[in-house]
Protein backbone atom coordinates (compact mmCIF):
# COMPACT_ATOMS: atom_id res chain seq x y z
CA UNK A 1 0.00 0.00 0.00
CA UNK A 2 1.37 3.27 -0.96
CA UNK A 3 1.71 6.05 1.79
CA UNK A 4 1.56 9.78 1.00
CA UNK A 5 2.94 12.07 3.55
CA UNK A 6 2.51 15.71 2.85
CA UNK A 7 5.12 17.33 4.49
CA UNK A 8 9.07 16.68 4.51
CA UNK A 9 9.61 17.87 8.05
CA UNK A 10 12.00 14.54 9.29
CA UNK A 11 9.75 15.09 12.91
CA UNK A 12 6.70 14.50 11.07
CA UNK A 13 7.67 11.49 8.27
CA UNK A 14 9.38 9.86 11.09
CA UNK A 15 6.60 9.83 13.15
CA UNK A 16 4.61 8.21 10.25
CA UNK A 17 7.36 5.89 9.60
CA UNK A 18 7.50 4.42 13.13
CA UNK A 19 3.28 4.61 14.05
CA UNK A 20 3.02 2.79 11.12
CA UNK A 21 5.73 0.14 11.30
CA UNK A 22 3.25 -2.57 11.65
CA UNK A 23 1.63 -2.29 8.41
CA UNK A 24 2.87 -4.65 6.16
CA UNK A 25 3.59 -3.84 2.48
CA UNK A 26 3.60 -0.19 3.14
CA UNK A 27 5.79 2.47 0.85
CA UNK A 28 6.46 5.75 2.05
CA UNK A 29 6.61 8.65 0.09
CA UNK A 30 7.19 12.56 1.66
CA UNK A 31 5.97 14.94 -0.67
CA UNK A 32 6.47 18.83 -0.01
CA UNK A 33 2.57 20.12 -0.70
CA UNK A 34 1.51 23.26 0.20
CA UNK A 35 -1.43 23.33 3.40
CA UNK A 36 -3.30 26.07 1.88
CA UNK A 37 -3.82 27.71 5.37
CA UNK A 38 -1.90 30.68 7.08
CA UNK A 39 1.67 29.60 7.59
CA UNK A 40 0.61 29.68 11.51
CA UNK A 41 -2.84 28.77 12.36
CA UNK A 42 -4.47 30.69 14.84
CA UNK A 43 -7.76 27.72 15.59
CA UNK A 44 -7.96 24.01 15.78
CA UNK A 45 -10.28 24.37 12.35
CA UNK A 46 -7.51 26.34 10.12
CA UNK A 47 -5.02 23.63 11.92
CA UNK A 48 -7.49 21.03 10.89
CA UNK A 49 -8.32 22.35 7.83
CA UNK A 50 -4.44 22.83 6.92
CA UNK A 51 -3.64 18.88 7.77
CA UNK A 52 -6.75 17.96 5.69
CA UNK A 53 -5.23 20.33 2.66
CA UNK A 54 -1.86 18.38 2.88
CA UNK A 55 -2.96 14.94 3.54
CA UNK A 56 -5.29 15.59 0.04
CA UNK A 57 -2.75 16.83 -1.78
CA UNK A 58 -0.29 14.36 -1.14
CA UNK A 59 -2.50 11.77 -1.74
CA UNK A 60 -2.85 12.97 -5.60
CA UNK A 61 0.44 14.39 -6.00
CA UNK A 62 1.68 10.61 -5.64
CA UNK A 63 -1.50 8.60 -6.76
CA UNK A 64 -1.66 7.09 -3.21
CA UNK A 65 -3.87 4.71 -1.45
CA UNK A 66 -3.49 6.76 1.64
CA UNK A 67 -2.52 10.33 2.70
CA UNK A 68 -1.30 11.45 5.60
CA UNK A 69 -1.38 15.46 6.47
CA UNK A 70 0.07 16.76 10.18
CA UNK A 71 -0.23 20.36 11.37
CA UNK A 72 0.75 23.07 13.81
CA UNK A 73 -0.79 25.52 15.23
CA UNK A 74 -1.32 27.25 18.35
CA UNK A 75 -5.04 27.98 20.01
CA UNK A 76 -6.14 31.36 22.26
CA UNK A 77 -8.04 30.29 25.27
CA UNK A 78 -8.76 32.03 28.61
CA UNK A 79 -5.83 30.59 30.00
CA UNK A 80 -3.00 31.49 27.44
CA UNK A 81 -2.18 30.54 24.14
CA UNK A 82 -2.11 26.79 23.39
CA UNK A 83 0.03 24.88 21.23
CA UNK A 84 -1.84 22.65 18.88
CA UNK A 85 -1.54 19.75 16.49
CA UNK A 86 -3.90 18.05 14.00
CA UNK A 87 -3.62 15.45 11.83
CA UNK A 88 -5.82 13.47 8.71
CA UNK A 89 -5.73 10.22 6.81
CA UNK A 90 -7.63 11.15 3.34
CA UNK A 91 -8.57 8.22 1.14
CA UNK A 92 -10.21 8.40 -2.12
CA UNK A 93 -13.83 9.19 -2.11
CA UNK A 94 -14.22 9.20 1.83
CA UNK A 95 -14.42 11.80 4.21
CA UNK A 96 -11.18 12.76 5.99
CA UNK A 97 -10.37 10.67 9.41
CA UNK A 98 -8.78 13.28 12.13
CA UNK A 99 -6.92 13.18 15.29
CA UNK A 100 -5.52 15.85 17.71
CA UNK A 101 -2.69 15.84 19.65
CA UNK A 102 -1.52 16.69 23.17
CA UNK A 103 -1.65 20.68 24.02
CA UNK A 104 0.09 22.63 26.06
CA UNK A 105 0.20 26.46 26.94
CA UNK A 106 2.96 28.51 25.51
CA UNK A 107 4.97 30.68 28.41
CA UNK A 108 3.93 34.35 28.16
CA UNK A 109 7.03 35.52 26.33
CA UNK A 110 6.73 33.05 22.97
CA UNK A 111 2.77 33.63 22.92
CA UNK A 112 3.19 37.56 23.05
CA UNK A 113 5.71 37.24 19.74
CA UNK A 114 3.11 34.79 17.99
CA UNK A 115 0.30 36.94 18.68
CA UNK A 116 2.59 39.96 17.25
CA UNK A 117 2.53 37.92 14.10
CA UNK A 118 5.63 35.26 13.87
CA UNK A 119 5.48 31.88 13.51
CA UNK A 120 6.28 29.78 16.24
CA UNK A 121 8.98 28.04 14.77
CA UNK A 122 10.76 31.55 13.33
CA UNK A 123 9.88 32.42 17.61
CA UNK A 124 11.46 29.66 18.95
CA UNK A 125 14.26 29.69 17.09
CA UNK A 126 15.04 33.51 17.98
CA UNK A 127 14.75 33.20 21.38
CA UNK A 128 16.01 30.09 22.40
CA UNK A 129 19.00 30.42 19.90
CA UNK A 130 18.28 27.62 17.57
CA UNK A 131 18.34 26.03 14.38
CA UNK A 132 15.38 24.43 12.81
CA UNK A 133 14.14 23.24 16.12
CA UNK A 134 10.48 22.38 14.46
CA UNK A 135 12.32 19.90 12.34
CA UNK A 136 13.52 18.18 15.62
CA UNK A 137 12.25 18.19 19.58
CA UNK A 138 10.02 21.01 19.04
CA UNK A 139 8.18 23.87 21.43
CA UNK A 140 6.42 20.88 22.91
CA UNK A 141 9.91 18.89 23.65
CA UNK A 142 11.62 22.01 24.87
CA UNK A 143 8.56 23.60 26.96
CA UNK A 144 8.58 19.51 28.35
CA UNK A 145 11.77 19.15 29.24
CA UNK A 146 11.99 16.92 25.99
CA UNK A 147 9.55 14.14 28.31
CA UNK A 148 7.41 14.30 24.57
CA UNK A 149 9.43 15.38 21.82
CA UNK A 150 7.80 16.92 18.27
CA UNK A 151 7.92 13.05 16.60
CA UNK A 152 6.54 11.67 19.82
CA UNK A 153 3.57 13.46 19.91
CA UNK A 154 2.81 13.10 16.46
CA UNK A 155 3.04 8.94 16.32
CA UNK A 156 0.37 9.31 18.85
CA UNK A 157 -1.32 11.46 16.47
CA UNK A 158 -0.91 9.13 13.88
CA UNK A 159 -1.78 5.78 15.97
CA UNK A 160 -5.22 7.54 15.91
CA UNK A 161 -5.61 7.72 12.86
CA UNK A 162 -4.60 4.45 11.86
CA UNK A 163 -6.65 3.13 14.59
CA UNK A 164 -9.58 4.67 12.97
CA UNK A 165 -8.37 3.37 9.65
CA UNK A 166 -8.45 -0.24 11.12
CA UNK A 167 -11.76 0.12 12.61
CA UNK A 168 -13.22 0.45 9.49
CA UNK A 169 -13.57 4.14 9.31
CA UNK A 170 -13.09 6.78 6.55
CA UNK A 171 -14.43 3.72 4.08
O1 LIG B 1 7.68 21.55 7.11
P1 LIG B 1 6.27 21.63 7.58
O2 LIG B 1 5.53 20.34 7.47
O3 LIG B 1 5.53 22.80 7.01
O4 LIG B 1 6.35 21.83 9.17
P2 LIG B 1 6.32 23.16 10.03
O5 LIG B 1 6.71 22.78 11.42
O6 LIG B 1 7.14 24.23 9.36
O7 LIG B 1 4.84 23.67 9.95
P3 LIG B 1 3.50 23.35 10.78
O8 LIG B 1 2.38 23.60 9.84
O9 LIG B 1 3.55 22.01 11.44
O10 LIG B 1 3.44 24.41 11.94
C1 LIG B 1 2.99 25.76 11.72
C2 LIG B 1 3.92 26.73 12.38
O11 LIG B 1 3.97 26.47 13.77
C3 LIG B 1 5.29 26.11 14.14
N1 LIG B 1 5.22 25.00 15.10
C4 LIG B 1 4.18 24.21 15.36
N2 LIG B 1 4.47 23.32 16.30
C5 LIG B 1 5.74 23.58 16.65
C6 LIG B 1 6.62 23.03 17.56
O12 LIG B 1 6.27 22.02 18.35
N3 LIG B 1 7.84 23.54 17.65
C7 LIG B 1 8.22 24.57 16.88
N4 LIG B 1 7.43 25.14 15.98
C8 LIG B 1 6.21 24.66 15.89
C9 LIG B 1 5.97 25.71 12.85
O13 LIG B 1 7.37 25.87 12.89
C10 LIG B 1 5.35 26.65 11.87
O14 LIG B 1 5.95 27.91 11.99
Given at each position: ??????????????A???????W????????????????????????????????????????????I??E???????????????????????A???A????????????????????????????L????????????????????G?K????????????????????
Amino acid sequence: MKIAIGTKNPAKVEAVQTALGSWEDCSFSALSVPSEVSPQPFTDEETIQGAINRATNALEKAKAEIGIGLEGGVLETDYGMFLCNWGALVTKGNAPLIAGGARILLPHEFAVKVRGGMELGHVMDELLHTNDLSKREGAIGVFTNNWIGRKEMFVHIVKLLAGQYDYGQGE
